[in-house]
């Protein structure tokens, strides 16, 4: 068999992305034992780092082993038992993944729903809550990856705490990206993944629970339905008893702590922020330059995934081969409902760069013209360039 040898990509599509050479080289750092006192060290500093990252002070901020479906399903095996009643808003496929998942832990869902592409007005759970009693839970995606849309958090957790209930987000591509504010917006339990905006590979999950969240799980009947997921152990190993539950991933750990590092002290979290809104808007503006069509209106998008109607009589998976095949640029294609009708372009993490911008732009406009596309040339560089302060597309910016 021949040796392994990936080809090198930049990947631009719903995730993952890029991974920051910093850290590739920390999971290259010697292993060591996941009860090692140098490796609860580095434990504690994820926790820390975790807790800068979500904005808060949450004492329960933990990295679950698996990827970001794990920590969905942490949130609902440790907060839901059978019958209780939990409000999903479905607006797309992490919505209903959501549903899927409550039901299996026996919750009478309650679905609020949008237009893939649109957002769950607040109106609309303030509704559902007032018509039931005893809600335990109201769950909403903060960036729906399958549209494209930003969901805003404040005015929905207002409504919920109103009505007692618990506020749960899913912030796996949110976090890092945009500000998710955990304390700020009285989120009660939250989870998120490695492979989007932190810049590391896929396999750990953070998560964040607020004290009311733990006042729920304290007044649990029944056991949790999942031994693996179940924070009752978990707390003690990532807490002072530090009881072996099972064998931590240490080299995602690595990972981790140098993404997270990188993002809270090197770069700082609101300058992070503000690459991703500056570069996202520049590509939005680039693609509106070429004459192409965003799926999610104007004040609703997320920066930092972008979803585009692919224009009539283009061909969506040539043109995403030849993007992978000669410019080693991966997007991702529709989901469900979406499936050949939009493209969806990723700036997350350390994909998020001017170069991607400027070079994405450059060779889609060439694969449309090839496919006979009714196009403005020359057009999207330049507003890119624009909206990235930079009248002159000789020098790229730093942001
Ligand atoms: N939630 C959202 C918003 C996502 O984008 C994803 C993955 O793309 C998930 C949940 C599930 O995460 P994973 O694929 O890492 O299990």
């Not at 769950?139 to 494209?148: C, L, N």
């Not at 998710?180 to 905006?197: F, P």
């Not at 999610?296 to 930092?304: A, F, T």
Request: glycine share 10%; proline share 5%.
């Amino acid at each position: 068999m021949y040796t392994l040898n990936p080809p090198t990509r930049i990947l631009m599509g719903p995730g993952p992305s890029d991974v920051h050479p910093q850290v590739l080289k920390a999971m290259a750092t010697p292993l060591i034992g996941h009860l090692d006192p140098k490796f609860l060290e580095i434990m504690n500093e994820v926790m820390d780092l975790l807790r800068a990252t979500f904005q808060t002070d949450n004492k329960l901020t933990v990295a679950m082993s698996g990827t970001g479906s794990a920590g969905m399903e942490t949130v609902f095996v440790n907060l839901v038992e059978p019958g209780d009643k939990v409000v999903i808003g479905v607006n797309g496929l992490f919505g209903e993944r959501m549903v899927d998942v409550a039901e299996r832990c026996g919750a009478e869902v309650i679905r609020v729903e949008a237009p893939w592409g649109e957002i769950i007005e607040p109106d609309a759970i303030e509704k559902v809550l007032k018509a039931n009693t005893n809600i335990k839970l109201v769950a909403i995606v903060h960036a729906e990856t399958s549209t494209g849309a930003l969901q805003p958090l404040a005015e929905i957790s207002r409504v919920v705490h109103e009505h007692e209930a618990l506020f749960v987000v899913d912030a796996v591509t949110s976090l890092g990206g945009i500000e998710v504010g955990i304390d700020k917006h009285q989120v009660d339990a939250c989870y998120s993944g490695t492979q989007k905006c932190i810049s590391a590979p896929p396999g750990l999950s953070p998560v964040t629970f607020s004290p009311r969240a733990l006042a729920v799980m304290s007044k649990r009947k029944s056991k949790v339905q999942s031994w693996y997921l179940d924070l009752s152990m978990i707390q003690n190993y990532w807490g002072k008893e530090r009881f072996y539950h099972h064998t931590a991933p240490i080299t995602m750990s690595y990972a981790i702590r140098e993404a997270l590092r990188l993002v809270v002290q090197e770069e700082g979290l609101q300058q992070t922020f503000k690459r991703h809104w500056t570069l996202g808007q520049s590509l939005q503006k680039g693609l509106v330059a070429m004459g192409l069509t965003l799926h999610v209106k104007e004040g609703q998008r997320l920066p930092q995934l972008t979803s585009v109607l692919i224009p009539e009589g283009v061909d969506d998976l040539a043109v995403r081969k030849s993007l992978l095949e000669q410019f080693g640029l991966e997007i991702g294609g529709g989901l469900g409902q979406l499936k050949g009708k939009v493209w969806r372009i990723g700036l997350m993490g350390h994909s998020c760069q001017p170069r991607n911008v400027v070079l994405f732009l450059t060779a889609l406009e060439q694969l449309l013209t090839l496919q006979g596309a009714k196009i403005e040339r020359g057009a999207a560089v330049a507003a890119a360039m624009k909206a990235m302060g930079q009248e002159e597309a000789s020098i790229l910016p730093k942001v």
